[in-house]
């Protein structure tokens, strides 16, 4: 069977992750990989090509056709942010979600995101656009993610809503029901047990506001 060919974007430590999660999932090819560094160049991540530099891709996409889609491969999320919301006006972001990963049926998934083994979105939950759902980590049921979210490893999820940009570090838990805004950040191991407004940083058990978190995207 003929694979749709893909680019990532990015050749670092996140795109390496990423080009794991493509192979396993195994519905695309990789066509090669950019860079923002012209040291990078002709460099091979896994055996795939860095073909060009971001200010190329336009370029590449004119002389290669066959490159139907993308992932980002970045994971600073105020440069994800600066990507996509260009990279999407020029070709189709595709989802690579690991094929041990539980996606229910009746989940809504966007485009451009990231699913890693050992994670679970449940029934009606709904996913955003440009999302990465570490390993270990669960969305519940009814819940709503925004575009451009992380959600690290071993986070438990039975909250409402997660609002564009934020992200739950590692080990955090977001309590029933409970809402966090835009632009967030939830430290390490926090407990989020009430609402959390957007633009903030939170930490401890319970999260409580450390400061405000000023950032584009």
């Given at each position: 069977?003929?694979?749709?060919?893909?680019?990532?974007?990015?050749?670092?430590e996140h795109a390496q992750m990423v080009i794991d999660n493509v192979e396993e999932q195994d519905m695309y090819e990789i066509f090669g990989l950019t860079t923002n560094s012209e040291e990078e160049l002709q460099m091979?991540?896994?055996?795939?090509?860095?073909?060009?530099?971001?200010?190329?891709?336009?370029?590449?996409?004119?002389?290669?056709?066959?490159?139907?889609?993308?992932?980002?491969?970045?994971?600073?999320?105020?440069?994800?942010?600066?990507?996509?919301?260009?990279?999407?006006?020029?070709?189709?972001?595709?989802?690579?979600?690991?094929?041990a990963s539980t996606v229910s049926r009746h989940a809504q998934i966007g485009r451009g995101n990231l699913v890693e083994a050992y994670?679970?979105?449940?029934?009606?939950?709904?996913?955003?656009?440009?999302?990465?759902?570490?390993?270990?980590?669960?969305?519940?049921?009814?819940?709503?993610?925004?575009?451009?979210?992380?959600?690290?490893?071993?986070?438990?999820?039975?909250?409402?809503?997660?609002?564009?940009?934020?992200?739950?570090?590692?080990?955090?838990?977001?309590?029933?029901?409970?809402?966090?805004?835009?632009?967030?950040?939830?430290?390490?191991?926090?407990?989020?047990?009430?609402?959390?407004?957007?633009?903030?940083?939170?930490?401890?058990?319970?999260?409580?506001?450390?400061?405000?978190?000023?950032?584009?995207?």
């Open positions: 069977m003929n694979k749709e060919k893909i680019i990532i974007i990015g050749c670092g091979k991540i896994y055996g795939y090509p860095v073909v060009c530099k971001d200010d190329g891709i336009e370029k590449l996409l004119y002389e290669s056709a066959d490159i139907k889609g993308y992932i980002l491969g970045v994971g600073s999320m105020v440069l994800r942010y600066k990507l996509y919301t260009w990279l999407d006006t020029l070709l189709t972001a595709v989802n690579i979600i690991h094929p994670t679970k979105i449940a029934n009606s939950a709904q996913l955003g656009n440009h999302c990465i759902i570490n390993s270990f980590s669960a969305v519940n049921h009814d819940q709503v993610i925004g575009d451009n979210v992380l959600i690290a490893g071993n986070v438990s999820m039975a909250g409402k809503s997660i609002g564009d940009n934020t992200i739950i570090a590692d080990g955090a838990s977001i309590g029933f029901k409970k809402s966090v805004g835009k632009n967030c950040i939830v430290g390490d191991g926090s407990v989020v047990t009430k609402d959390i407004p957007d633009n903030v940083i939170v930490y401890g058990n319970p999260a409580k506001i450390v400061r405000e978190n000023v950032r584009s995207g």
